[in-house]
Structures are given as C-alpha cells and as structure tokens.
C-alpha cells in the first residue's frame, strides 16, 4: 500500500492472526490523516495468554489484571499508538478487558502513517507488523510478566473492594488505614506527596476499627461510622486533605498510592456548591422556602442558580440518584446554607429568610432518611450540637474530640432549630427526548474535556463541581452511558429517574463491555452517582413528571 491514497487503509478492516499469536483486528481504520486516530484491538485467548485461574476468577480481579495490563501495554508502546491505562485510579476501562475464560483483550488507538494523504507503507509495517506484536509478546502474555507484581497489584485492588464491602455490614461509612498517605503531589498531581514530607495517617483509639482483609490480614485504621460526623481543626491541619481521600475512597488505587486501604462506601457522593448551574424542577424546599420572587420551591427550575440553591439541588438530586453518604467541605460550600448563627437569626427574622440551614436538616436526614454525612467545618461550632462524631484533625493526626464537644454544647448557642425534619426527596421523571447525544450531522457526539466537562451532542455539560470524576475517560463513559440509558429504553419518559439508573446499573456491572456496545472508543466506567450528576447539569433536560415518594 505504500504510497497509495489513505482512504486505501479501510481495506485493513477485520482480523489478522498474529504469527507470535493472538489476533490483531482492525477495528476502524481512519479515513484520513486528521481524523480521529484509528482503533485496533489484539485479542488472545485465555489458554494463549497463561494466567493462572486465580487471577482471572472474579470480576474485580479481572478489573486489577487488565488495569496491570494496559499499564504494561502502555509502557512498551509508543507513538503511532496510544493505550488509555489511566492513572492512580484502578478503572474498569475499554482498553484492556479480561474475560472470564482469562481471554485478554487490548483496546487502542493508532494514527495511521502517512505522507500527506498518501499511506506510509513502510511505518506502517513497522508499526502494525513489528513494534505492536513485540509489545504485545511483552505486556499481555503471562509468561513475560513478573508474576510477584501482577499477584501484588491484583491482590490490592481485591483489598479495597473488599475493605469497601465490608463497611455497610460494619455500620461504618468510610475506613482510612494506619499508615496511609493521604496527600497528594500537588493540586495537579495525583501521585502520593513524596521526599518523606507525608506524615502517615493514625487512627485515634476511640475511632480505631480492625478489618480482616484477604490479602493485607487484619488491618487496623479510623473507621468513620454511619451518622452525622464533623471534621473540625485549625486551618491547613488537614481537613481538607482527609475529605479528598474519602472522595477517592469509592475508586481502587495502584499499589504504593498510598490510598489503598482508604476506602468510602460506593454510594458516598462529594456535594458542593456550584452557582451559575442549572436546575430542572428539583424539590429543594427543604432548604428553600418563600422565595422573594415568589416560586414554588417543591418544583424549583433556574438557569442560574445561586451558591446555595445550587448546592441545595445538588444534595438532593444526590439523595435522589441514591447517594446514602455525602461529603461537605466548607472550603466548597455555601455558607448561607450551611449555618446561621443565633445573632443571624435575631436580626433576620425566619419569615425574611427563604434558606433553611443544613445545620437543622443534617440530623433528620441521617435519622429518617438513612443518609449519613461527613463534614469540615472549622469554622462554626454550630454543627456540634448536631454531630455523632467529631474529630479533630491536628498537625495531620486526628483526634476524637467527640467527649469535649459534647461538653461544650451543654452551654446553649441560644440558636433556634429552624426545621425538624428533611422530607422524603420527589422522584423526577426525565424526558427521554431531551437527551440527545446526536450532534449537527445527526452522529453522535460524545466527547470530554479533561475531567471538566464533555461535549453531549450539541451541548457542553460542565463537569467542574462533579469532583470525584477522577479520569477524563470517565466522561466519555457517562456521555456513552446517557446515550446507552436512552437506546435501551432505562429513560422511557415513564420511569423515574432513580428506577431509570437502577437498570442501568446492571449494565454498568457488566463493566465495560455494556458500554463498548455503544461505541469502540477509550472510555472507563463512571458510576451511577457521576452519570445522574452529568445529566442534571445537562442544559436541555426537560423533567416531564415528578412522582412523590411512595408514590
Ligand atoms: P485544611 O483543610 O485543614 O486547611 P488541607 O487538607 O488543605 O488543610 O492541608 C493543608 C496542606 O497540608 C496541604 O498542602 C496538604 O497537602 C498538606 N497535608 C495534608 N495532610 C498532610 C499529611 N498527612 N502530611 C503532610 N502534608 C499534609
Ligand atoms: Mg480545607
């Protein structure tokens, strides 16, 4: 093909068997040199690639083994080809999928040499023929690998998930392990804080749980439990950095990230605040009432919300989509929505202030609604009168400080509590039309910005407040899950939101092999949490329904 126009790459499409083994497919072959790169897949069989049944026996182990694979893929390879391994994060993702049958599938994409728009035969060969089936022979093949460190990164994801499990059984919500480091290189560098500047994380012995893991043994750390607790501390003790670890806790971490055995339930969901975000007929009245403009707030629409009613119609969509652990921070929340004080109160008089601080609802959201909450806050000692737990983060190592705090709230702030209860949240139900993933040509269009945002069709959905995204290929998974939600039917126009997610769960379960039915493309799988998250900051979504609860 050397020298003849490009388009003529087409005809590379379908499956080539490799002479070292496996099959190489090409998948889509680029019609010119600046479309998107071309996508080829190697496959081997389970008994061709070797591993031992112990490694590909469960899904989870299956998830840590093709993670280590694209890993090693990505390191052999280099340009014209490009393998999506992720980073800190453990991911299910399209570019490596074991199977159950231990078979290895390796998902990537290549630009095709070129001259102009002419093929480059030779690179070509050299790419296709030489430098992939070497790398396979080296990354993907049991064999070739240092089997004490494929066993070891499996092994620690199989850790986490288990340490994760485990906590609802425990009546805890989060568990962060002795030893651990929670702090990271830099605000734009994931990797653990190095040069022996981390302190490891203590456990405080009221707080101090042990865990039977099937690898690690009996591990002892910081169990948080269920209900309401309060972070407290001095101002870059930590705080903040404890809440980030808790928020990464839902993902698995590659060994010596130092957030191993950091782990939070699978349902905690990280809410701030996020003003200038739309919002589709959330019920926020617990939080908001008697608006000056008059609106009702059970059936509350912006284009333009302000801090706290973004924050107000975060939380409850979160509660919506089945969040049953949420994450404050007060470096990201709206204060006005958090506290008012009781000189506040004097001075305002309720019937003048439509917002019904958090402070008054947190409790009964634990109590009646089975969500609990994890909140920094130091710089209100309201939340004490109303915290389970507080713990104090100092010079990094945190403190149960739960015996003093309850000391001092027998002295009364002379607040008034505002509200007693946090109503059952409505369940919305979505107009499936309103989700369009199909651009200006009518193809679908799926594509992210970084973790930031992603272009959904004709729209760009702003993903910056959607904190735990950790992977920019997590936003392609949601655009492909959103367009996955609507060809399947989970949005029908009828079903709730949170029964429309229920199902597609079970296709997010089957990892990303559901997702890979809607596009060949990198991606990693988002939870459901993310997904709901992404659509309710979709511009053109229409609620066409609200159900009440039990109802
Ligand atoms: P706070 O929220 O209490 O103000 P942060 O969590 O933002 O504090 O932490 C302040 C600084 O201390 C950050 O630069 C963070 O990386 C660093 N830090 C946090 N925890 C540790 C730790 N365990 N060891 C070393 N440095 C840490
Ligand atoms: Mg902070």
Same mark, same amino acid.
């Given at each position: 093909?050397?020298?003849?126009?490009?388009?003529?790459?087409?005809?590379?499409?379908?499956?080539?068997?490799?002479?070292?083994? $496996?099959?190489?497919?090409?998948?889509?072959?680029? #019609?010119? !040199?600046?479309?998107?790169?071309?996508?080829?897949?190697?496959?081997?069989?389970?008994?061709?690639?070797?591993?031992?049944?112990?490694?590909?026996?469960?899904?989870?182990?299956?998830?840590?083994?093709?993670?280590?694979?694209?890993?090693?893929?990505?390191?052999?390879?280099?340009?014209?080809?490009?393998?999506?391994?992720?980073?800190?994060?453990?991911?299910?993702?399209?570019?490596?999928?074991?199977?159950?049958?231990?078979?290895?599938?390796?998902?990537?994409?290549?630009?095709?040499?070129?001259?102009?728009?002419?093929? @480059?035969?030779?690179?070509?060969?050299?790419?296709?023929?030489?430098?992939?089936?070497?790398?396979? @022979?080296?990354?993907?093949?049991?064999?070739?690998?240092?089997?004490?460190?494929?066993?070891?990164?499996?092994?620690?994801?199989?850790?986490?998930?288990?340490?994760?499990?485990?906590?609802?059984?425990?009546?805890?919500?989060?568990?962060?392990?002795?030893?651990?480091?929670?702090?990271?290189?830099?605000?734009?560098?994931?990797? !653990?804080?190095?040069?022996?500047?981390?302190?490891?994380?203590?456990?405080?012995?009221?707080?101090?749980?042990?865990?039977?893991? !099937?690898?690690?043994?009996?591990?002892?750390?910081?169990? %948080? !439990?269920?209900?309401?607790?309060?972070?407290?501390?001095?101002?870059?003790?930590?705080?903040?950095?404890?809440?980030?670890?808790?928020?990464?806790?839902?993902?698995?971490?590659?060994?010596?990230?130092?957030?191993?055995?950091?782990?939070?339930?699978?349902?905690?969901?990280?809410?701030?605040?996020?003003?200038?975000?739309?919002?589709?007929?959330?019920?926020?009245?617990?939080?908001?009432?008697?608006?000056?403009?008059?609106?009702?707030?059970?059936?509350?629409?912006?284009?333009?919300?302000?801090?706290?009613? #973004?924050?107000?119609? #975060?939380?409850?969509?979160?509660?919506?989509?089945?969040?049953?652990?949420?994450?404050? @921070?007060?470096?990201?929340?709206?204060?006005?929505?958090?506290?008012?004080?009781?000189?506040?109160?004097?001075?305002?008089?309720?019937?003048?202030?439509?917002?019904?601080?958090?402070?008054?609802?947190?409790?009964?959201?634990?109590?009646?609604?089975?969500?609990?909450?994890?909140?920094?806050?130091?710089? #209100?000692?309201?939340?004490?009168?109303?915290?389970?737990?507080?713990?104090?983060?100092?010079?990094?190592?945190?403190?149960?400080?739960?015996?003093?705090?309850?000391?001092?709230?027998?002295?009364?702030?002379?607040?008034?509590?505002?509200?007693?209860?946090?109503?059952?949240?409505?369940?919305?139900?979505?107009?499936?039309?309103?989700?369009?993933?199909?651009?200006?040509?009518?193809?679908?269009?799926?594509?992210?910005?970084?973790?930031? $945002?992603?272009?959904?069709?004709?729209?760009?959905?702003?993903?910056?407040?959607?904190?735990? %995204?950790? @992977?920019?290929?997590?936003?392609?998974?949601?655009?492909?899950?959103?367009?996955?939600?609507?060809?399947?039917?989970?949005?029908?126009?009828?079903?709730?939101?949170?029964?429309?997610?229920?199902?597609?769960?079970?296709?997010?379960?089957?990892?990303?092999?559901?997702?890979?039915?809607?596009?060949?493309?990198?991606?990693?799988?988002?939870?459901?949490?993310?997904?709901?998250?992404?659509?309710?900051?979709?511009?053109?979504?229409?609620?066409?329904?609200?159900?009440?609860?039990?109802?």
């Amino acid at each position: 093909m050397d020298g003849a126009s490009y388009g003529r790459y087409k005809s590379l499409a379908g499956e080539w068997r490799l002479d070292g083994g $496996g099959v190489l497919e090409v998948v889509r072959a680029q #019609s010119d !040199p600046f479309a998107p790169p071309s996508r080829i897949a190697v496959h081997l069989g389970g008994e061709e690639a070797g591993f031992p049944a112990a490694l590909t026996e469960t899904p989870v182990r299956r998830r840590a083994l093709a993670s280590y694979l694209a890993r090693r893929a990505r390191a052999e390879l280099r340009a014209p080809f490009r393998v999506d391994a992720g980073g800190q994060q453990v991911l299910d993702r399209a570019s490596c999928q074991v199977g159950a049958d231990g078979s290895v599938t390796l998902r990537l994409g290549a630009e095709l040499p070129g001259r102009g728009r002419r093929i @480059d035969g030779r690179a070509a060969e050299r790419a296709l023929c030489r430098a992939l089936p070497d790398a396979v @022979d080296r990354a993907l093949y049991h064999d070739a690998l240092d089997a004490k460190d494929v066993q070891r990164f499996v092994d620690t994801v199989e850790d986490t998930d288990a340490l994760r499990r485990a906590l609802p059984g425990l009546g805890l919500v989060a568990f962060v392990a002795e030893g651990a480091i929670l702090p990271r290189a830099s605000g734009v560098d994931d990797r !653990p804080l190095g040069g022996g500047r981390a302190v490891p994380f203590t456990a405080p012995p009221e707080l101090r749980t042990e865990i039977e893991l !099937p690898h690690a043994g009996r591990v002892s750390g910081m169990g %948080i !439990p269920e209900g309401v607790t309060l972070i407290v501390g001095g101002g870059f003790h930590g705080k903040s950095t404890l809440l980030r670890a808790l928020e990464a806790g839902v993902w698995d971490h590659v060994p010596g990230d130092g957030r191993e055995l950091a782990a939070a339930r699978a349902d905690t969901v990280k809410i701030r605040a996020e003003d200038g975000r739309r919002v589709q007929r959330s019920d926020v009245h617990a939080f908001v009432d008697h608006l000056p403009s008059g609106g009702d707030t059970a059936d509350f629409s912006t284009e333009n919300a302000s801090g706290s009613t #973004s924050q107000a119609a #975060s939380l409850v969509e979160a509660v919506e989509a089945g969040a049953r652990v949420l994450l404050i @921070d007060e470096d990201t929340a709206a204060t006005n929505l958090m506290i008012r004080d009781a000189r506040m109160q004097a001075l305002v008089a309720k019937d003048r202030e439509p917002l019904t601080p958090f402070v008054d609802l947190v409790r009964s959201l634990h109590r009646d609604r089975g969500v609990s909450t994890v909140l920094v806050m130091g710089g #209100s000692g309201d939340y004490i009168d109303v915290a389970d737990r507080v713990v104090m983060m100092d010079a990094y190592h945190p403190e149960d400080v739960t015996a003093r705090a309850r000391a001092l709230a027998e002295t009364p702030t002379g607040r008034t509590a505002e509200a007693d209860a946090f109503p059952p949240v409505r369940h919305r139900v979505v107009d499936p039309a309103s989700v369009d993933s199909a651009g200006r040509k009518g193809r679908s269009r799926i594509r992210p910005h970084g973790t930031d $945002g992603l272009t959904f069709g004709e729209q760009d959905i702003d993903l910056r407040s959607v904190e735990q %995204i950790t @992977d920019p290929g997590q936003a392609v998974g949601i655009g492909l899950a959103l367009e996955l939600a609507v060809r399947r039917g989970h949005l029908d126009g009828r079903r709730t939101l949170a029964a429309a997610l229920d199902l597609l769960d079970r296709d997010l379960a089957a990892g990303a092999a559901g997702l890979l039915r809607v596009r060949d493309e990198d991606f990693a799988v988002p939870r459901r949490h993310e997904v709901a998250a992404a659509l309710n900051r979709l511009r053109s979504l229409r609620v066409s329904g609200l159900r009440d609860a039990g109802a």
